[in-house]
């Protein structure tokens, strides 16, 4: 069957079971656009901005973990997918990005909203394409995919010539193909690592495990006398929540979690301790630094994670559970490793492990819980208060999305996640301006959820045009502004490590953000007290469109408590700590 460039693309995104997409059209995209007019099986979101786009499609497949998808036009449209693209690369999540470029006669001769996408993208993908030829639209389109969401997931991006989706082609329908091994190949480059104090040579993102790798990983577990689990966002990807959840109990450990691995382990359990690293609590920072052995699942070792790298863990071998090869020894050298999906590792270890007794240990880590528990002010509304109080009101089964900073933090403290795929936030890039973009994708994917994003008011105004968005999508999602009038973290760090110089961080200039709320056509309320937000809440809870709570907080509350930048994860400190001083 013939059938344009245009219509391969849609039919190549039903092959893979693809019912939505965002984005935002334009003149080279304009016949992907047509096709897309005269059917009804693919719902199209029209964004306010290329990059809410971006950010909805990696909302839309962190809360279902299936692939998401955004659209583009040349030039600037494409280019405003750029943050969106990097901030899924960073924190592994699987979304394809589609462009459509100049033809191929004005390629490379600077034509109007030309742009070498897949040169500016080269950094921020796993794997970019670019398609000239009508033959090769429907195989990239597959291996797209394929890639995406194979071995450690990411963006990928596929770009296409306008005179490509205006060709026509003989097309044959074939769901989900799986990568040839031609395909994969490109995934598969060597690497070299350092295992045993030698430099072997494996392949990135092989499906095999190795039977030594998992022998010599029970060996220290078994001798471990405390033991001390951390879990990361790769087992929130893998989906080894099950699995996870008994390898702690056979191992009898504390378990804390990287800022991308929450909900992986259910944080309403007695043996968790919160979260590890900058703004993590005194408990997972003292029990790892005093921990023998460190488990840690699904990791990368970010430098907000492990504070001065020198001083982590250094009283304990560390043994690392990782699909990528190339994050073993990159960021922290580990004594043992096992490569591969953190959920098959899991299956394969914890019928080997036998029910170990840890009780002094987990008394020990207990007592710091005691001793150290997160605290805020008794009275007044303060970020803490409102993150509570919304879990309690949504009993914890909401979808959380976040932006960047204080409020980022505080949810990461004082929401316990359940489960995996209900906190979205980007970790490893700190994208301001993300949350609602996501928090879009998620409502669209989950209609039967509440998703809640959570933002200071300097990230809000970043991109708070995709209101419009969820008003015209009539999404109940609810927007809270955590509003300290000051970029809050950016001030924290000024307050404490540049003699309180306030440069360019104070936004005192009087945007009204209820009265913008409204003007895009959502619900909006401004609140000053605990009672105010309480009774907001529960009206925001019943809407059926978009409401936005203004929630005014003092200038100067801080996350507490904190590791200076440098510092040993063990010397976090809190406002108690300063008043000794």
């Keep these: 069957m013939k059938k344009t460039g245009a219509e391969v693309v849609l039919e190549s995104l039903r092959e893979q079971g693809v019912d ?57 449209g494409a280019t405003n997918l750029v943050t969106g693209i990097a901030t899924a690369y960073m924190d592994s999540v699987p979304i394809v990005a589609i462009t459509c ?41 597959r291996r797209a995919f394929s890639i995406a969401q194979s071995g450690r997931p990411g963006p990928v991006l596929v770009d296409i010539a306008k005179d490509v989706t205006g060709a026509e082609v003989e097309y044959e329908f074939i769901p989900q193909k799986k990568a040839t091994k031609k395909e994969t190949d490109l995934l598969s480059r060597v690497h070299k690592v350092l295992k045993n104090g030698k430099k072997v040579e494996i392949k990135l993102n092989s499906t095999e495990i190795e039977s030594e790798e998992i022998e010599e990983a029970v060996k220290l577990i078994e001798s471990a006398k405390k033991p001390f689990i951390f879990v990361g966002g790769g087992a929130v990807i893998s989906g080894a929540s099950e699995e ?22 259910d944080g309403t359990k007695p043996n968790y301790t919160g979260m590890l690293g900058m703004h993590g609590t005194k ?24 504070g001065n790298p020198k001083e982590f863990a250094k009283n304990a071998k560390i043994l ?22 953190v959920k098959e590792i899991l299956k394969l270890i914890n019928p080997k492990l036998k029910k170990a007794n840890h009780k002094d240990w987990l008394d020990e880590i207990q007592s710091y819980k005691e001793q150290f528990p997160l605290t805020y002010p008794k009275e007044g509304l303060s970020g803490p208060y409102i993150i509570e109080k919304l879990y309690e009101e949504t009993k914890g089964d909401a979808v959380i999305v976040t932006e960047v900073g204080q409020h980022q933090m505080w949810v990461a403290q004082f929401y316990k996640f359940k489960n995996p795929h209900t906190f979205l936030t980007s ?21 039967d959820k509440q998703v ?36 809050g973290m950016v001030r924290q760090w000024q307050n404490l490590f540049y003699g309180q110089r306030y440069s360019a961080t104070v936004l005192d200039d009087g945007v009204d953000f209820v009265k913008v709320a409204e003007g895009l056509g959502a619900i909006a309320k401004r609140v000053t007290s605990r009672e105010e937000f309480e009774k907001a809440l529960e009206e925001a809870i019943k809407c059926d469109g978009p409401f936005v709570i203004d929630c005014i907080i003092d200038s100067d509350e801080k996350v507490w408590p904190m590791v200076a930048p440098g510092a040993p994860i063990s010397q976090s400190f809190d406002e108690s700590d300063l008043q000794k001083k």
């Design 20 to 76: 939505t997409v965002f984005g935002y059209p334009g003149g080279a995209i304009l016949n992907v656009y047509d096709a897309l007019y005269k059917q009804k099986d693919i719902h199209h979101v029209l964004t306010s901005h290329e990059q809410g786009a971006a950010h909805a499609a990696d909302g839309y497949a962190r809360a279902t973990g299936k692939v998401g998808v955004c659209f583009a036009t040349s030039g600037p």
């Design 320 to 341: 690392q559970f990782e699909i990528d090869a190339a994050e073993i020894n990159k960021n922290i050298r580990v004594d043992a490793a096992v490569i591969g999906d």
């Design 244 to 265: 996870l959840s008994k390898f702690v109990e056979l191992v009898d450990a504390p378990v804390c979690d990287s800022l991308m691995g929450k909900g992986a382990f």
């Design 427 to 447: 970790g490893g890039l700190g994208t301001m301006g993300y949350g609602l973009g996501a928090a879009i994708g998620a409502q669209v994917a989950l209609k």
């Design 101 to 141: 470029n100049v033809t191929v006669p004005l390629l490379g001769k600077d034509s109007f909203q030309e742009i070498d996408i897949t040169g500016i993208t080269m950094p921020i993908t796993k794997h970019n394409f670019i398609v000239k030829d009508i033959k090769d639209l429907a195989p990239t389109m």
């Design 283 to 306: 408990t997972s920072n003292i029990g790892v630094s005093k921990c023998d052995l460190l488990i840690s699942v699904g990791v990368r070792f970010s430098d907000r994670v492990i």
């Design 452 to 487: 809640v994003n959570i933002a200071g008011d300097g990230c809000f105004r970043m991109n708070l045009n995709e209101i419009a968005t969820a008003a015209r999508e009539h999404l109940p999602l609810i927007q809270i502004v955590i509003n300290n009038h000051v970029l």
